[in-house]
């Protein structure tokens, strides 16, 4: 199994400030359709997780421009500007280019 | 609006067979398909299977022994059936739905906490 390495594990921000996390992959996600799926997702306390962004940096519907990816390959970044409370919670990255997908081990964003 | 809904009991003992039901409103199963995943305890999450559209299976090779995902199409619902349990399968279990084996899972229910414990 593809095996998503994810840091930080915790992550203090300050309201308004940005943050960042990293997803690296034990082998490249470049599909042989040329695409890459690395995807991230948001679980807010008590809810199911979103879908924030998808293949890499595309943002899914409603998901605010603070919210960026970048990445290729094996390394991978998900980027948070101007921090809001309602962006608090867990953060994880999925792979579904290699069967089965895997999860990254998550980042919680909590309150400096 | 997509919407899907877990059901199923919370207590499972050791050794018996963990039965839940994902309910889908807005959205027709024999369209795209339709995913189990898992939450561990400390966070950690787990892609188990899915069925599709034409009812083919996928399963995580983890579980590939143990589980069974099935389908009523005529009540729009799909189902995950995981025999011999025990206490690491102790879970919250979510059903979601992706529009393809690559895509990523766009819609999932609220999810039900599963226990096993004797």
């Known amino acids: 199994d593809v095996v998503m390495t994810q840091t930080p594990v915790s992550l203090p921000v300050s309201l308004g400030g940005q943050a960042s996390i990293s997803c690296r992959s034990s082998?490249?996600?470049?599909?042989?359709?040329?695409?890459?799926?690395l995807h991230w997702y948001l679980q807010k306390p008590g809810q199911s997780p979103q879908l924030l962004i998808y293949?890499?940096?595309n943002r899914f519907s409603g998901v605010p421009d603070r919210f960026s990816g970048s990445g290729s390959g094996t390394d991978f970044t998900l980027k948070i500007s101007r921090v809001e409370p309602e962006d608090l919670g867990d953060y994880y990255c999925?792979?579904?280019?290699?069967?089965?997908?895997?999860f990254g081990a998550g980042t919680k964003l909590e309150l400096k | 609006e997509v919407q899907l809904q877990e059901s199923g009991p919370g207590l499972v003992k050791p050794s018996q067979s963990l039965s839940l039901t994902c309910s889908v409103t807005?959205?027709?199963?024999?369209?795209?398909?339709w995913g189990w995943i898992r939450k561990f305890p400390g966070n950690k999450m787990e892609w188990m299977g899915y069925?599709?559209?034409?009812?083919?299976?996928s399963y995580n090779p983890s579980l590939k022994s143990r589980i069974s995902i099935t389908r009523d199409t005529s009540k729009n619902q799909f189902f995950l059936q995981l025999n011999s349990v025990t206490t690491e399968d102790t879970a919250t279990y979510y059903c979601?739905?992706?529009?393809?084996?690559?895509?990523?899972?766009?819609?999932w229910g609220q999810g039900v906490m599963v226990t096993v414990s004797s």
């Open positions: 979601a739905r992706t529009t393809t084996v690559v895509t990523p899972f766009d819609y």
């Open positions: 807005g959205y027709s199963i024999t369209s795209n398909y």
């Open positions: 069925i599709s559209y034409s009812g083919s299976t």
């Open positions: 082998q490249s996600l470049v599909h042989s359709n040329g695409n890459t799926y």
């Open positions: 293949r890499v940096s």
């Open positions: 999925l792979q579904s280019t290699h069967f089965p997908y895997t």
